[in-house]
């Protein structure tokens, strides 16, 4: 059963670009959390995705956007990309409804460089 | 800002002693759950505790919660080399997000 599913595993981009970044859940999960982490520091929430809507959003510019696809799978969308976007980009998935009693299964993070 | 702060930001210890490590958080909670995450990669759930809970046991690690005093200690116990990693707290006050505290980086010496 896999878990959780990101690409690209590492990216270089430069200042003024834009990139997106992808993520399949785990099966049988239908919900999927976007996370910043950066270096020496604990994630930070981006947003959530659930019935391809947005459900809640960190406090993240509007250069960072989302999307939800009806296979659950999702990308994050970053524009005009800063030095201060470098970070590990996280994805998290879990099963709505089932908070109280699991964890989210997070992928392995896609790494970004900005240059 | 993060919702929880771990301490202490850092902890060496020799192989087979525990390892003890706390977090603080500011407001009410659902659960709180730690993660482990080895080399900046992705995190791995280790164990979560319901707010009306007190203990939790799960194989060697041992969580507590004591919510009138917004605080969890994580305990684990007859520590391995493989157990050389960052450690986060992470509370779920909303069923939308995790807030997560910067983590506590454990380093067991063989």
């Known amino acids: 059963d896999a878990g959780v599913t990101q690409s690209p595993t590492h990216l270089i981009k430069t200042r003024g670009q834009q990139v997106t970044l992808r993520c399949s859940p785990k099966?049988?999960?239908?919900?999927v959390s976007w996370y910043q982490q950066a270096l020496g520091q604990g994630p930070q929430f981006i947003f959530q995705?659930?019935?391809?809507?947005?459900?809640q959003r960190g406090n993240f510019p509007d250069r960072f956007s989302g999307h939800q696809f009806p296979n659950y799978s999702s990308e994050l969308n970053v524009n005009a990309l800063l030095l201060g976007d470098s970070a590990l980009y996280l994805c998290?998935?879990?099963?709505?409804?089932?908070?109280?009693?699991?964890?989210?299964?997070f992928g392995s993070g896609t790494r970004l460089t900005v240059v | 800002s993060q919702q929880g702060e771990e301490d202490p930001q850092a902890l060496s210890i020799q192989e087979g002693e525990n390892a003890t490590m706390n977090c603080s958080y500011k407001?009410?909670?659902?659960?709180l759950q730690w993660y482990r995450q080895n080399s900046g990669r992705g995190l791995v759930h280790l164990i979560l505790?319901?707010?009306?809970?007190r203990e939790k046991h799960s194989g060697r690690l041992r969580v507590t919660l004591d919510t009138s005093k917004k605080s969890s200690s994580l305990l684990i116990t007859a520590s391995r080399a493989a157990d050389t990693a960052s450690y986060f707290c992470?509370?779920?006050?909303?069923?939308?997000?995790?807030?997560f505290g910067a983590g506590t980086t454990v380093t067991v010496r063989a």
């Open positions: 998290a998935s879990r099963s709505t409804g089932t908070s109280f009693n699991y964890g989210y299964t």
């Open positions: 099966s049988g999960h239908d919900t």
């Open positions: 995705y659930y019935e391809e809507e947005e459900r």
């Open positions: 407001t009410s909670i659902n659960n």
């Open positions: 505790i319901r707010s009306n809970e």
């Open positions: 992470a509370t779920d006050a909303s069923d939308y997000k995790l807030s």
